[in-house]
């Protein structure tokens, strides 16, 4: 096995030199780069990543916490930090949380401890400690999906990042695009299935939901916000609350993909039709939602963009720790389909918010 001796050797250059081409700890001219990097090549070197760490303090690698990896759109945003991370020579250390705050601690302290360069963190509902403990430690992390709100008098979510960089999607716009939609098709009693309540994903979809029954000239009435807790089986059980109402809605909303499975095993289970007795609309697209039948209207999520993102944001928050952070907040798009009632028609895809 070839050591950098023999690549010092065959380029002739020293040891350190191979050192500094390899760890980037100082300028090197690009002639002499390129006689180490053909060395390397020619002789099949094999840098080690373990003294490579010794030398830099750093370990390459990225902490990802991210709850449900099972869920297309968590394992969407997965794909796009993996890319990210192996595009810039990052390899991913992968752990679950399980959306539980004394979990997420147990989670964020042990990549802490495998020395990871940074973190990139799906927050659940109650952060608090996790917060506190990487602000403690000074942990560079970008928090993906849900945001995480700086102690603030009167600032809104999407305008404070506190000392975290932070990059999700769009939420109020686009829920209250799916509102406006059923509204515009005669529904006057629509429903919201939410999400898990504390995360910032759940209120700003319900807003959304009361911004668009505004903008429709609709009431809101509690009655038909049921919450699903983020989840398949509770939204099922939501689903079948809102059903048993003296007066039930004639559409529904559902604000994640794993609510929305739960939701039609609600109807299912009632012999009831979409849209025929019910118009559905979901936040969430994912890969077979134009298999169902009807074919679901849904809000797709730009998840890979999401993961790749985080990645940039991390790697400009290691290469400058004391900039200022940044929350990016990336467009959704509205996927007209069939369940909302709409006659079938070429799929369409549009961008923007109703403000």
Known sequence: MATMVDVARSAGVSVATVSHVLNDTRPVLPDTRQAVLSAIEELGYIPNTLARSLVTSRTRSIGLAVSAISNPY???????????????????LIADPHDDPEHELKVGRLLHERRVDGMIVAPS???DALVAYLGRHSVPTVFLDRVVEAPADDASPSDQAGPFDQVCAENIGPTAQLVTHLAGLGHRRIGLVA??????TTGERIAGYRHGLAAAGLPYDERLL???DSESAAAERATAALLSLAAP????????????????????E??????GDLAL???????????FEPRLTAIA?????????AVRLLLDRLAAPDRPARVLRLPCAFVHRTSCGCPDQPEKHTKGNVS
């Open 281 to 291: 609309c979901c936040f969430d697209d994912f890969a077979w939602a134009d298999l």
């Open 74 to 92: 968590f394992t969407e945003i997965l794909q796009g930090v993996e890319a990210g991370s192996l595009e810039h020579g990052y390899s991913l």
């Open 249 to 268: 809605p004639t559409a529904l909303v559902t604000a994640n993909n794993a609510m929305t499975i739960g939701a039609l095993r609600a109807l299912r």
């Open 301 to 309: 999520q730009p998840s890979r963009e999401i993961g790749a993102e």
């Open 226 to 228: 049921a919450h699903g």
């Open 125 to 127: 509902a109650d952060p």
């Open 195 to 200: 999400g898990l309540p504390g995360l910032s």
């Open 270 to 275: 009632r012999g009831l039709s979409v849209p």
